[in-house]
């Protein structure tokens, strides 16, 4: 028997103030009466029944003694043992397959040397009669054997399995963080259950506090590593310069750092004979040492005779070395060039707030897009193929385009295509700001991501009677009438508004807001960045039908819905290709890199997270007996109880 909390054994100081009670108990006083034949008369029973007196009194402080040191009991939770889960030689071997143990010396990496020092322990544990558990440290963390033992059918398995992650095509190493922390996790299941279990973690990187853990250190003492730790462009008075942090670790080295940049000045016009534009190389000489960062600049506009770079399609920053770790040696940059996104407005009234806040937008989105804006009035024919959007105000077209997303701002009458019935107009003569019809939010969208409805009145609109629920969702309503409906699939995305710009109180924030919300949702970037880390999760969109995905180690993918999430678990090069409604053909591409930390192989970190440490001497006690004294003190009290009412009987 153990005691998870000792110190509840101060609940029998109790006992001290229970006899220092009896100590302290009143004795019987002499006192004159006017008469002794009841006192005599009593103290005739009292001589009789005294024996049994003192029993009973004896039995009561008895009890009392008892239900003080039950408590203290409690207080210290006793609990006994269960020994048969109990393993005196049971280990857990963790294995960190983080990107660094990827790191070689004499073209041995150090995750071979760690699976081959795990296989050689394993081994005399079970010659030994003991019990392995071996984990996995990768992106995710995977246990390859659970508690086996020698008379286990899987003891023939470990060591087939453990050559088979060093002889493998492929590693079994993340190119990014190993998850040690998730193991640990993993590892504290069993040395709860058993507290004599001794968790090893072989691994690359040292821990200044490895706490209940027995590290051992695969590393080797000639290791270096020179990385690109990161690189990204600047633009500046109308051209880019290129930056690149680089970094050696455990060694002093000089090195050449070269930026190449391909599809320079690249036209967007792909007719055009410089489509693919030019390839520039430029490099710098730098001493790296201390294991300090140091930051390069390529600004081409600053060499003599080398032109300005106002776009590029790529850049690679790279470093020619034969270090202990080749994977962080090139680094490329992306966002140089913008894909034109041609936009039509179409109005017979000419409206300057409505083209301001069209022109603004080209200017808000003007380092992501190139925006060129067609404005067609007078009575002119609108286009209606070539653009990427169409926005119409007051006339419809007969015939919707079909290669574009379409906004109707104002329509009174409804084209064939959108299946809409379409009513009279209502209108508010002499409109005041407390006579407006006040419009209401329909389904929560991201169109309306940016919009007050509740702030936006009409003075005129028209009625829609009829419109299909399944193709249609409905964003505003106006005395029970839906005013903006928005469709989208894969081969139509059209938003429709029957009330007009003038007759509203759209400000000047909320129609622009109106505006972004429907670029952002039908012509949305592909990915937030260009450059993310290994098992970073990419939200993916796109504005075509289907995107596919073209990972750094050659598997393609193909996503149907958007937005998704991809986990990219090969460091490189991946793009992103989709066809749009005009049947062009777009690619965008991100850098996927090794996480920095990963890059540093001599780096220390402060606190090994590893397993709670149970104080328990002998075992792990897993089932108590508290309330079995719990209900013992019970009867004692009923006891006392029962005592004191026996009392004078």
């Known amino acids: ?34 008469s002794t034949f009841i006192w005599k008369l009593s103290l005739k029973y009292r001589k009789r029944k005294n024996p049994i007196s003192k029993l009973r009194n004896l039995l009561i402080l008895l009890c009392q003694i008892l239900i003080i040191t039950s408590c203290a009991f409690v207080l210290a939770q006793p609990v ?41 322990y ?138 190449e940049v391909s599809g320079i000045n690249a036209d967007a016009d792909p007719d055009k004979p410089n489509a693919d534009g030019i390839k520039s190389v430029y490099s710098q000489e730098v001493r790296l040492s201390g294991n300090r960062v140091e930051t390069l600049v390529f600004n081409p506009s600053d060499i003599d005779g080398a032109a300005g770079i106002y776009s590029y399609k790529s850049a690679k920053i790279g470093i020619e070395i034969n270090d202990s770790f080749l994977y962080d040696n090139d680094f490329y940059i992306y966002g140089g060039s913008r894909d034109r996104i041609n936009l039509q407005y179409a109005t017979t009234e000419r409206n300057p707030f409505f083209r301001n806040i069209v022109l603004g937008m080209r200017d808000a989105y003007l380092d992501t897009w190139d925006i060129r804006v067609s404005e067609v009035n007078d009575n002119k024919k609108p286009e209606l193929e070539g653009f990427d959007m169409y926005i119409f105000e007051h006339s419809m077209p007969e015939t919707l385009p079909k290669d574009g997303v379409v906004f109707l701002m104002g329509m009174v009458n409804a084209p064939s295509e959108l ?80 009330f007009d710009i003038h007759n509203s109180t759209l400000s000047m924030l909320d129609f622009p807001g109106l505006l972004y919300g429907i670029y952002e949702y039908f012509i949305p970037t592909t990915t937030d960045s260009f450059v993310y880390d290994v098992n970073q999760e990419i939200t993916v969109n796109a504005r075509g039908n289907d995107l596919t995905v073209s990972s750094a180690n050659g598997d393609v993918s193909v996503i149907h819905e958007v937005p998704s999430v991809i986990t990219p678990e090969v460091s490189g090069i991946y793009t992103f290709t989709q066809t749009l409604l005009s049947g062009r053909q777009v690619i965008d591409t991100v850098f996927v890199k090794i996480p920095q930390e990963q890059s540093n192989l001599i780096r220390e970190i402060e606190v090994l997270n590893g397993p709670v440490k149970i104080d328990i001497t002998e075992m792990e006690l897993i089932w108590d007996i508290i309330f079995y004294i719990l209900g013992f003190a019970v009867l004692l009290i009923f006891a006392e109880w029962w005592l004191n009412s026996r009392i004078g009987v």
Not at 122 to 147: E, H, N, P, W
Request: aromatic residues 10%; hydrophobic residues 40%; negative net charge.
């Open 122 to 259: 394993v081994d005399s544990v079970l010659i030994d009669g003991g019990t392995v558990t071996v984990v996995l440290a990768q992106a995710k963390y995977y246990c390859m054997f659970y508690r086996v033992n020698s008379e286990s059918a899987e003891s023939n398995e470990i060591d087939v399995k453990l050559d088979d992650l060093i002889s493998g095509e492929q590693t079994a190493c993340t190119f990014g963080n190993g998850d040690i922390d998730g193991a640990m996790d993993f590892a504290e299941g069993i040395t709860r259950d058993n507290p004599l279990a001794e968790v090893y973690l072989y691994t690359g990187t040292t821990y200044l506090d490895n706490g209940n853990v027995t590290v051992i250190d695969v590393s080797e003492d000639n290791e270096w590593n020179v990385a690109v730790l990161n690189g990204y462009s600047e633009f500046s008075d109308g051209y880019y310069g290129f930056y690149a942090d680089v970094v050696s670790y455990g060694r002093d080295v000089r090195v050449t750092v070269t930026c």
């Open 1 to 34: 028997m153990s005691w998870y909390t000792p110190l509840g054994f101060l609940g029998l100081l109790g006992l001290a103030v229970l006899i220092l009670i009896y100590l302290l108990k009143p004795n019987y006083q002499n006192q004159a009466v006017s």
């Open 80 to 120: 006994l043992a269960d020994e048969k889960n109990v393993i005196s030689n049971e280990k857990i071997i963790i294995i960190d397959a983080s990107a660094n143990m990827m790191a070689s010396v004499d073209n041995e990496t150090r995750f071979e040397r760690a699976v081959r020092g795990a296989k050689e």
């Open 419 to 498: 299946d809409i019935a379409m009513g009279d107009t209502i209108k508010i003569n002499n409109p005041s700001k407390d006579k407006l019809f006040w419009l209401t939010r329909g389904d929560n969208h991201p169109i309306m991501q940016f919009v007050n409805s509740t702030q936006i009145g009409v003075s005129a609109y028209t009625r829609i009677l009829d419109w299909d629920p399944d193709r249609y969702t409905p964003l505003m309503f106006c005395e029970g009438d839906p005013v903006i409906l928005v469709e989208n699939s894969s081969e139509i995305k059209r938003i429709v508004c029957t």
